[in-house]
Structures are given as C-alpha cells and as structure tokens.
C-alpha cells in the first residue's frame, strides 16, 4: 500500500521478562473511581453512570523517557492509575467474561492541566485539552495477566522526590476491572491493543520541573521517570 506521508509509528510498551512489545490502540480513562479522590476535587460518585474519557495512543511515554512538562498550564498535577492492557475485545462483553479480556497489568500516570481542566469544567466544556495533551501517559512495561495476582488489598502507591504522596488499595475503586470493561463496551467496541487507566486514589498534586516519580502497583510493574 502506498501512503501520502510516512505512516506514524505504531506506541507501543515494553513486556516484562519478553523482547516483544504491547502494541497500544487506543487509551481509555475512568474518573472519580477512588471516593476519597472524588471528594478532594468537590465531586460526587455517580456509582450508576461512570465518568470516561479517552487520551491518544501517542501520549504513552515509556522506557524510562524524560516526561516534558507541557505547555499552556502552569498546574500540572499528577494521577497514578492501575493499567490493563487488553488482549481482547467486543461489544457488550458480559462482566462474567471480562477479565478473560485483560492481556496484562502496568502502572501509569494519567497527567493533567488542573488549571485548564477547572476552566473547562465550569464552562461545562470536555476535559480534551486537560487530559489528551502529549506525553501526558506515561506508563510502565506491562506484565502479563498470567503471571500476576491481585486482590482487594493490592497497593497502588506514587511517590515523588523520595515522598510519597499517593497510596491506594485496589479493593477501593468503586468500579473494579470487569466492570469497567464491561460498562466500556457498551460505549465503544473494544479491541486487542486497548489501554484502560482505572482512576486514581487521593493525593493528587502538582508536579514541578524537574521532580522525579516513582510509581507503583506492588509485585506487578514500577515507573521511574523525570519531569523535564
């Protein structure tokens, strides 16, 4: 097949233990899905009707990459998350089946322009330019489905400079994982290459120049970086 322009290279995340890559598609997010998260940004849990949004397959930075700080925000404020990589995908996938869809597990950072997104938010505008901006997904090597364990008293943890600031149990999301693919695919199809960032615990805050993070989802993945 012939192109007008050279096709953009396909984001992709390294494996843990393999020399293969995760081919990335495309990367859904899930807000308000920690109550206590909720509750520190004056929001609400709608337990019936989750909060989705989606960032680009290119925002993914990995393999240690420096994170640049973005332009047109002066709050840039970080969200560690759960990632699970889909190896599989459909249409209103019942919640029975939905973790036979899950490839493997990471950890991720869902950055995000607090300032613009408080603009949008009380212009009742979309969160785009507050969440899919560039580099605004870094996220860890995945480890596949198969070799990790988890349960309600799995931890999700950040910390920054050597202080943590976010710390989180897995059994506190009000939509745990087979739900929230569950609920996705009867808005989207998903499909094999799928990312789906699952919320953050409280604790969110800004990120300066400079600061170094590390993050991470106990015995499954860690990510280090540095905010340029």
């Known amino acids: 097949m012939?192109?007008?322009?050279?096709?953009?290279?396909?984001?992709?995340?390294?494996?843990?233990?393999?020399?293969?890559?995760?081919?990335?598609r495309r990367i859904f997010c899930i807000g308000r899905n920690y109550a206590e998260h909720a509750r520190e940004m004056g929001a609400t849990v709608d337990k019936d009707t989750p909060l989705?949004?989606?960032?680009?397959?290119?925002?993914?930075?990995?393999?240690?990459?420096?994170?640049?700080?973005p332009q047109a925000t002066?709050?840039?404020?970080?969200e560690v998350e759960m990632v699970v990589a889909l190896g599989g995908g459909?249409?209103?996938?019942?919640?029975?089946?939905?973790?036979?869809m899950v490839w493997g597990y990471g950890v991720g950072l869902d950055l995000t322009r607090r300032d613009l997104q408080a603009v949008a938010k009380a212009k009742s505008h979309p969160w785009d330019v507050a969440k899919a901006?560039?580099?605004?997904?870094?996220?860890?090597?995945?480890?596949?489905?198969?070799?990790?364990h988890l349960d309600?008293?799995?931890?999700?943890?950040?910390?920054?400079?050597?202080?943590?600031?976010?710390?989180?149990?897995?059994?506190?999301?009000?939509?745990?994982?087979?739900?929230?693919i569950a609920i996705l695919s009867t808005l989207f199809e998903l499909k094999a290459g799928d990312l789906i960032f699952t919320g953050t615990p409280a604790g969110v805050?800004?990120?300066q120049r400079g600061d170094r993070f590390h993050a991470e989802l106990a015995g499954v993945a860690v990510l280090e970086g540095r905010v340029a």
């Open 133 to 148: 901006f560039d580099h605004s997904a870094p996220v860890s090597a995945l480890r596949p489905a198969s070799e990790v």
């Open 205 to 207: 805050s800004a990120l």
């Open 2 to 24: 012939s192109y007008a322009i050279t096709p953009p290279a396909i984001p992709s995340l390294p494996v843990i233990g393999s020399d293969q890559r995760f081919p990335v």
């Open 152 to 180: 309600a008293d799995s931890t999700l943890t950040l910390s920054i400079n050597g202080q943590t600031r976010q710390h989180g149990r897995l059994g506190d999301m009000v939509h745990p994982v087979p739900e929230i």
């Open 52 to 69: 989705f949004f989606c960032k680009p397959a290119d925002a993914v930075v990995t393999d240690g990459a420096d994170v640049p700080y």
């Open 90 to 100: 459909g249409r209103d996938i019942p919640v029975e089946q939905a973790a036979a």
């Open 74 to 78: 002066s709050d840039l404020h970080h």
